[in-house]
């Protein structure tokens, strides 16, 4: 069973966009406060201290901003990325303090992965990504179009990316969206062949291992599809089932997380559900978030340690699953 854990308080106005990890006790949520309100919006990091959730103190910034991303190498090297003042926002943490790093122009930064302190990537919308040696950044050509863009970003080897995302081909009524699946081998990006897909984007990316990888595919109302890589060809995972109406929203390597509602009703409620090898087993909640409807659902895995947050009316909601 997930398992809450203290977190602070935070405003309503709080969106929660992504969860990265360091080995079994080291965690970051990264969000937006301020979204949809007179104020400027501001980025917001949660850590993990072994003991409860706590906010990160950011460096001040003149413009309001976002945060789209985060990934973790280790407790000292945690990037997280968004936007502000119309450019990418890139935030480091080195262990004691965060930095703001200054960087070339991007169209939309969406998310980052790290290979390591010196080999950082960023990728978002348009043809271009950013790419960090430890000294400076460069522009990196990603996608061979501009009408393409990328929205996940994972490590899958010691030296070696999968980014995914679509694109979109022909105009107007005739138009539609195609996936993308590109790959980074150390030195630069490359197509990547992927499922048989055909339309859709993919959504989300998630490794275990090189030959253990997690895709996520949305194609109009079909809704997710999950597929995996073995190291040789890639396999369709049958979806979760479930009485009630299941809306999955992402993947990690064997869960998957997303919201489902009862039938004739608009409420959704959090669902996350394990791989057991064969099929899906729901994980369960405590009761009361079990029944409370939510949104901004999201989760990340490492080892025997799972973390998965949550938004309901009554605030951020942040639970730990720990394996047998």
Known sequence: MFRPVPVPVLPPSTALAALATAGEHHAWLAGTTGVFTSRPSAPLVLSWTGHTWREEPLPALPTPASLSGVAATAPDDVWAVGNTGGRPLVLHYDGTTWHSLD???????????AIGAHDVHVVGTGRDG???????????????????????????????????????????????????????????????????????????????????????HVRDADGLRVHRWDGTGWSEVPSPRDEDRLSVHGVAAGWTWGVRADRGSFETRPAFH????????????????????????GLATTGTTTWAYLKTAAGVHVLRHTAP
């Open 103 to 113: 960087t070339p122009p991007m169209t939309w930064a969406k998310a980052v992965a």
């Open 130 to 216: 950013l790419h960090w040696d430890g000294r400076t950044w460069h522009v990196r050509p990603v996608l061979s179009s501009a009408r393409e863009g990328l929205q996940t970003l994972t490590r899958t080897g010691p030296r070696e990316l999968w980014a995914g995302g679509g694109g979109l081909a022909g105009v107007g009524p005739a138009s539609y969206e195609y996936p993308v699946l590109v790959r980074w081998d150390g030195d630069a990006w490359h197509d990547l062949p992927g499922p048989r897909l055909e339309r859709g984007h993919v959504a989300c990316l998630a490794a275990a291992a090189p030959d253990d990888v997690w895709l996520a």
């Open 274 to 297: 394990h791989w057991t090898g064969t099929d899906w087993e729901p994980v369960p909640l405590p009761d009361d978030l079990a029944r409370t409807s939510a949104s901004h659902v």
